[in-house]
């Protein structure tokens, strides 16, 4: 297993961008798929992004496709997320998550098993 950090959340003024980490513990990084999901208050926890092992394919929920960016350092253990034109609507907290999943799968909360404690993301208007 992996224990995952999140980082690099803040507050922005809309038009802004911001690029989270997640910097994971443990030797096996390179063996799981990592996915990004977002929680606002009072919303349900929603899927952004997921990235493959090998970092070669990468999907986007349709709120972040053309502005958010999701790629991953296997050297370093880290996984990034560049979120660009952000907007009031991106305010949340913000995980990343690890699991074992593949193509349309890992867009669904349960493909993952292991999760970070999140980072708050404001965006102000």
């Known amino acids: 297993q992996v224990q995952l950090v999140e980082s690099g959340g803040g507050l922005v003024q809309a038009g802004g961008s911001l690029r989270l980490s997640c910097t994971a513990s443990?030797?096996?990084?390179?063996?799981?798929?990592l996915g990004w999901f977002r929680q606002a208050p009072g919303k349900e926890r929603e899927f952004v992004g997921y990235?493959?092992?090998?970092?070669?394919?990468?999907y986007y929920a349709d709120s972040g496709k053309g502005r958010f960016t999701i790629s991953r350092d296997n050297a370093k253990n880290t996984m990034y997320l560049q979120m660009n034109s952000l907007n009031p609507e991106d305010t949340a907290v913000y995980y990343c998550?690890?699991?074992?999943?593949?193509?349309?799968?890992?867009?669904?909360?349960?493909?993952?098993?292991?999760w970070g404690q999140g980072t708050q993301v404001t965006v102000s208007s």
């Open positions: 990235i493959s092992r090998s970092g070669g394919t990468t």
């Open positions: 998550a690890a699991g074992f999943c593949s193509g349309y799968g890992c867009s669904g909360r349960a493909a993952y098993a292991m």
């Open positions: 443990g030797r096996t990084f390179s063996t799981y798929t």
